[in-house]
């Protein structure tokens, strides 16, 4: 059975304290919210990670491959699990200049996390409390969900255990935009598409979402998130 974490500031998931009343249970809530990862719930710096490579690597066309909402290239194999690790840390290297070491890409990679957005880290908190069913559906590879993940830890929030399903694009093998990501998402929560409130931060991944008949919320810094999502439950 799914538990609610009992404490607010303790780990998501990891204990219950029997004197917090708990209103509603695992699928009471009439909507479900499902959230992307990178650009959501964790901040991302692309323009810090591309400058990174160019002048510690010497990858100076990384630009054609790392963009703020869809990687193309041999990034984006990685994203959609066309690649793995190594065929991707062996790419990199051979866009870098000779001698370029397994060590500096991954500092160059780990350039990109840059925190966390606190209004939407405390929102999945609070809904996680209310009994409301969380998901993520994110275009991801398994180097970022890991460090990803550890951060999320550090902010008291389990990633397996907070989320009654992980959607990562590289396990799927689709990536958004394309329909069918959505598709599989809607078909596995079993919920009908009207019920989930999808937040994303690309405006391109929140119109396909809207196609594939989600309610949905594009989400930037500047907006009352909780607001908003509360507003829509």
Not at 116 to 143: A, H, Q, R, T
Request: with cysteine; hydrophobic share 40%; glycine share 8%.
């Amino acid at each position: 059975p799914f538990h609610h974490q009992g404490q607010w500031n303790a780990k998501i998931g990891k204990s219950r304290s029997k004197s917090v009343y708990l209103p509603h249970s695992f699928n009471d809530m009439a909507k479900a919210v499902v959230f992307d990862m990178g650009g959501v719930i964790l901040r991302l710096d692309i323009r810090r990670c591309i400058e990174t490579f160019k002048t510690v690597v010497g990858f100076q066309d990384i630009d054609n491959y790392l963009d703020p909402f869809h990687q193309k290239g041999f990034i984006g194999d990685f994203e959609a699990g066309r690649i793995g690790v190594d065929e991707f840390y062996a790419a990199c290297i051979a866009h870098s200049r000779p001698g370029t070491t397994l060590e500096e890409v991954k500092y160059c990679f780990n350039s990109l996390l840059d925190g966390y957005n606190s209004d939407v880290v405390n929102l999945v908190k609070e809904l996680y409390f209310m009994g409301c069913d969380l998901y993520i559906l994110s275009n991801n590879n398994p180097l970022s969900v890991k460090a990803l993940s550890e951060e999320l830890e550090n902010l008291g929030v389990s990633l397996e255990t907070t989320f009654r399903k992980l959607f990562f694009s590289y396990q799927m093998k689709l990536l958004k935009p394309g329909r069918e990501i959505y598709e599989r998402m809607i078909r596995e929560t079993g919920r009908e598409p009207s019920d989930i409130i999808f937040i994303d931060d690309s405006k391109v991944n929140i119109a396909a979402g809207a196609a594939a008949g989600l309610a949905t919320v594009l989400y930037s810094p500047d907006i009352d998130i909780r607001s908003t999502v509360m507003g829509m439950l």
